[in-house]
T-cell receptor
Framework: QKEVEQNSGPLSVPEGAIASLNCTYSDRVSQSFFWYRQYSGKSPELIMSIYSNGDKEDGRFTAQLNKASQYVSLLIRDSQPSDSATYLCARGDDKIIFGKGTRLHILP | EPEVTQTPSHQVTQMGQEVILRCVPISNHLYFYWYRQILGQKVEFLVSFYNNEISEKSEIFDDQFSVERPDGSNFTLKIRSTKLEDSAMYFC????????????FGPGTRLTVL
């Protein structure tokens, strides 16, 4: 059973545009959802956490959670070349279950 | 800013040998985790540790694996008899707990089993 699903990409977005990353999950129990960024050969870096339905904004990042639809998304505004990475959607209240990640490529 | 550290950054070992991977979690964190990532695959949970005992472990974490917090700062993962398929990046993570369990990852140890 796949628990966290993401499109593997690559998703190519022009510099300055909005990048939209999506994720669905199958577990209705988890209360905590996360977006991690992972550069090639590096460890996951927590960029957003969200626990309640609706939007949560932090700088250029907005996470959206819809528990009824079991859907989480991440919007990156004013995309920069340094945003090029793999974005991991994850859920979990103790152990974290990760998706396979979406590769994002920002085109200069 | 406090961070999780791991040593060594790269470990090469022969099949059947024992390896110990070391982690220093963030100092005021109480929950500790090991994850692994085989090249090209997703990050997988191995084990969680709280109050000096294992809270949960995955199917991957069989009798060849063990964890220990030998002192107030270190958290170790031991693989008793390494197999070729143990080759992966191993990440340590720690959390301060609370309702939402944000976990912060160390830089990882790349384990290569020959």
């Amino acid at each position: 059973q796949k628990e966290v699903e993401q499109n593997s990409g690559p998703l190519s977005v022009p510099e300055g545009a909005i990048a939209s990353l999506n994720c669905t999950y199958s577990d209705r129990v988890s209360q905590s959802f996360f977006w991690y960024r992972q550069y090639s050969g590096k460890s996951p870096e927590l960029i957003m956490s969200i626990y309640s339905n609706g939007d949560k904004e932090d700088g250029r990042f907005t996470a959206q959670l819809n528990k009824a639809s079991q859907y989480v998304s991440l919007l990156i505004r004013d995309s920069q070349p340094s945003d090029s990475a793999t974005y991991l959607c994850a859920r979990g209240d103790d152990k974290i279950i990760f998706g396979k990640g979406t590769r994002l490529h920002i085109l200069p | 800013e406090p961070e999780v550290t791991q040593t060594p950054s790269h470990q090469v070992t022969q099949m059947g040998q024992e390896v110990i991977l070391r982690c220093v979690p963030i100092s005021n964190h109480l929950y500790f985790y090991w994850y692994r990532q085989i090249l090209g695959q997703k990050v997988e949970f191995l084990v969680s540790f709280y109050n000096n005992e294992i809270s949960e472990k995955s199917e991957i974490f069989d009798d060849q694996f063990s964890v220990e917090r030998p002192d107030g700062s270190n958290f170790t993962l031991k693989i008793r008899s390494t197999k070729l398929e143990d080759s992966a990046m191993y990440f340590c993570a720690s959390s301060g707990g609370g309702a939402y369990n944000e976990q912060f990852f160390g830089p990882g140890t790349r384990l290569t089993v020959l």
